[in-house]
Every structure is written in structure tokens, then in C-alpha cells.
């Protein structure tokens, strides 16, 4: 039974990679594939771990996990404070992660993603959330990945179901090149990234903190990039990163920086994370915005199976009056119980105020309360 088992995972797997070349639309996918990485690390620790399947000699992993999402709104549309609430239950997201151990120096994951499953006001999106090839010199600090992965702009951490502000404006999904440096000092970690399509002012459209101007030109070469530093100071209590983007842009290149920290100290985390423009290209209203977030994060681990978070999240728009369904900021709050070693249900209360023109009838804030139960399997 298991032999079948196997077969047809590996047959799902390779039917369904042909099928994800749309781009992901998730505001998750870092959560997910970090989620996957602590699998992974501790299916490496357990001989015997019912939730993995290993294939070939342990050279091939199958694994993934499911999602299933309660959802809540007072107003349903920003735009119109008379749409009245909603509520929805689906299948947030399934994820399939296959991993292939060639060697000691060398290794490839591919993690597909099914969302949205089920969902009222939304199609389910099937999606290509990682294809790597990780490439190691053994004892020498120098590592190369390769492929479709989240490149090391931003930090992005959470402990809630949503995904942060910065990583909704500023994380870069794409095709692209990682070469690192991660010598044994201080958990230091160095890198220089390259990607294809320019992608954090498409974010900021999708947003809508940005309005191209007519006759824009777009640039799809391998012309973006990303340099990134981290350092854990004091190990397992401080860590700390710095990231530079650019991307081309029209008629400039769009630049970004940012800085992050996190402090473990008892049964306390604390996270902040601050992304700012540098420069921009000139929108519909030819001014060059620069805007910025700042996240602030806060999690206690309460008992050992229950964590409490907080999270205050500020946007900047650089641009003068307000502006219609621009958030202004989030304050958002909840806890994670996990009942089972597989098994994680997590509620989550987040109070959104946006900006808010006069004689409108947009919203100047939104009410959501989420629920979630993820199983790993």
C-alpha cells in the first residue's frame, strides 16, 4: 500500500508542476515554505515520522500540510461602507513539497500550492511556490540556490494567519539567483541575488498606493537585485538583517532598503521590521512617491502548546491629502494552540483604518476575525 501511495504522490506531483506557471497571488508564501523548513528539520531529527514519506533510500521526501480558514468582515468592500459583512469557510491553502537529497553538496525542492479552495468571492489558484537547486561546498561557506523561490528582501516575521504589511508590499516571488556567504561568525550571512521581472512596484499597484502613468515601459530582463546581510550577535536572543533592492524601472530605477531585528528574551519574542523607498519612478500623478512600513511584532509563548501575538503595522504613502482605501494602519492580535504535533489552530482579530476622502462613501476602517486549523502531513 505504501508502494502505491508513493507512486501516485509522485504522479500528482509531476501532473500538477506543468500547471503552475501562473503567478502566485498568496500572501502567505513565505509563511508556508518557512513552515515547511521546520518540517523538514524536525522529520530530519525522527527516525520514525508518520507525517513523511522517503523514497528511494530517504533520497527523495514527500510532505506538505492543509489549511482550512474561517473568515469574517464587517464591511465586505472598502470602497463601499453600505456592502455589509460576510463570512466565508474554505481550504486556505494545500501544499505539496518534494524534496530530492542528490548528495552532500547538493539538493532540489519543488513545493506546489492549491488556494483558495471553495472560496465565495474567488476562483482556486494553483500555483508554483518554490522550485530550487541548492548547491553547498562542503566546510567551505559558500552556497548557490537557483529557481523560482522567495528572494532575501525583508524578513517578514509573523506569528499570525496573515501575512505582514512589508511582506504584502515588498516580497519578491520570482525566477532568479542566490550566491551566499555564511561563514561560522556570529550566524553571519551575506548574499547577492538576481532575479527576473521587477516586481515590488507591481506590488505597490496591486495595493493601489500606485498608479502607473500612461505609456509606462516595462523591462522584463534580468536587471533586478537584491543584497542582503544577517548577523545573530547573540545566539538564539538577537538577530539582526539589512536588504537593498533595485529594479528597473520607467525612466528610473526603483530602489528600496530596509532593516530588521529580532529579540528572544524568556518566553518573549520581539520583531521590527522598517521598509522605506528610496527612489521611485513617477506615477499617474508624476510625482515620485516614496513610501514606507513599519511592522512591529510581539509573541509569548504562554504554555508550551499556546502562544499569544500581537502585531501594529504603519503604511506611508508619500502623498499629499488622503486618498480612498489606502490603509492607513493595522493593529491585529491572537494566539496559536498547538494540540497535536501535526496539528495547529489559530485565531486571529485584525482592526484595519484606511484613509478616507470627504463626501465618500468608501470605509475608513474594517473589522476581520479569522480562524484557522492547519494539519501537516
Known amino acids: ?42 522529520e530530519a531529527e525522527s527516525e ?27 464591511v465586505t468592500d472598502t470602497d463601499d461602507n453600505d456592502s455589509g459583512s460576510s463570512s466565508d469557510f474554505f481550504i486556505g491553502s494545500i501544499d505539496l513539497a518534494f524534496r530530492a537529497f542528490f548528495n552532500e553538496w547538493s539538493k532540489a525542492r519543488v513545493v506546489v500550492n492549491l488556494e483558495d479552495l471553495g472560496r465565495t468571492d474567488g476562483d482556486a489558484k494553483l500555483s508554483l511556490d518554490e522550485a530550487i537547486v541548492t548547491l553547498t561546498y562542503p566546510e567551505k561557506p559558500f552556497y ?33 539567483a542566490i550566491i551566499g556567504f555564511a561563514p561560522d561568525f556570529y550566524g553571519l550571512d551575506l548574499s547577492f541575488s538576481v532575479y527576473k521581472d521587477a516586481t515590488v512596484i507591481e506590488n505597490l499597484s496591486d495595493f493601489d498606493t500606485h498608479e502607473f502613468r500612461g505609456g509606462r515601459q516595462k523591462e522584463d530582463k534580468f536587471r533586478s537585485y537584491v543584497v542582503n546581510a544577517s548577523l545573530e550577535p547573540i545566539e538564539d536572543v538577537l538577530t539582526l538583517g539589512t536588504f537593498y533592492n533595485s ?72 502623498e499629499r491629502g488622503d486618498q480612498d482605501e489606502v490603509l492607513d494602519y493595522n493593529l491585529m492580535g491572537g494566539f496559536n494552540f498547538e494540540f497535536w504535533d501535526y496539528a495547529m489552530f489559530s485565531v486571529e482579530y485584525r482592526y484595519s483604518a484606511y484613509e478616507k476622502e470627504k463626501d465618500n462613501n468608501a470605509v475608513d476602517s474594517q473589522k476581520m476575525l479569522q480562524a484557522q486549523l492547519s494539519l501537516e502531513f
Do not use: H
Open 1 to 42: 500500500m505504501g508502494n502505491w501511495c508513493a507512486v501516485l504522490l509522485a504522479l500528482l506531483m509531476f501532473t500538477l508542476w506543468p500547471l503552475c506557471s501562473a503567478k502566485a497571488d498568496d500572501k502567505q508564501v513565505k509563511q508556508r515554505l518557512k513552515k515547511l523548513d521546520e518540517m523538514e528539520e524536525k
Open 48 to 74: 520514525k515520522d508518520p507525517s513523511l514519506l522517503k523514497l528511494f533510500n530517504e533520497k527523495i521526501w514527500l510532505n506538505g500540510f492543509i489549511e482550512f480558514n474561517y473568515e469574517y468582515l464587517d
Open 144 to 176: 548557490f540556490i537557483g529557481g523560482k523561490t522567495v528572494m532575501p528582501f525583508g524578513v517578514f516575521e509573523d506569528y499570525l494567519i496573515e501575512g505582514t504589511l512589508a511582506e504584502d508590499l515588498y516580497e519578491i516571488d520570482k525566477w532568479g
Open 247 to 318: 529594479e528597473p524601472g520607467d525612466g528610473r530605477r526603483n530602489r528600496s532598503a530596509g532593516g530588521a531585528a529580532t529579540l528572544n528574551l524568556w518566553k518573549l519574542t520581539f520583531d521590527t521590521e522598517y521598509i522605506s523607498a528610496l527612489t521611485r519612478e513617477k506615477g499617474e500623478n508624476e510625482e515620485e512617491n516614496k513610501e514606507s512600513a513599519w511592522v512591529v511584532g510581539l509573541a509569548w509563548q504562554l504554555l508550551e502548546p499556546l502562544q499569544l501575538a500581537a502585531r501594529y503595522e504603519v503604511f506611508y504613502d508619500d
